[in-house]
Nanobody
């Protein structure tokens, strides 16, 4: 089992930065890649970015490339951290942000992810 808990969401203004954190525990070390997705009201859940289980490879959606970055800290034995650094925020980034884990790499479909957190809300005003 893998447990994921997101924190760091909140209110921001256009142009601001936020950093989201995903605390991952359980069997996360055993080959699980971690991704961030987001879902705006009335829209489908969309892929934002992912980091490989080793932390050495990342992938970002075109819509956030150049503004967002993702990283992974393997931390202690009990918990790992995956971060989503979001810069130059726009109102279009407003969404509920989720982290998710999968043994597959380079997947952007939510159906390919086995474990999900509860999400953290990001709201960006203009």
């Amino acid at each position: 089992q893998v447990q994921l808990v997101e924190t760091g969401g909140g209110l921001a203004q256009a142009g601001d930065s936020l950093r989201l954190s995903c605390a991952a525990s359980g069997r996360i070390r055993i080959g699980y890649n971690v991704a961030w997705f987001r879902q705006a009201p009335g829209k489908e859940r969309e892929f934002v970015g992912a980091v490989s289980w080793s932390g050495t490879t990342t992938k970002l959606a075109d819509s956030v490339e150049g503004r967002f970055s993702i990283s992974r800290d393997n931390g202690d034995k009990a918990k790992e951290w995956v971060y989503l650094q979001m810069n130059s925020l726009t109102p279009e980034d407003t969404a509920l942000y989720y982290c998710a884990a999968s043994t597959y790499w380079n997947r952007v479909r939510k159906e390919d992810y086995e474990y999900w957190g509860q999400g953290t809300q990001v709201t960006v005003s203009s």
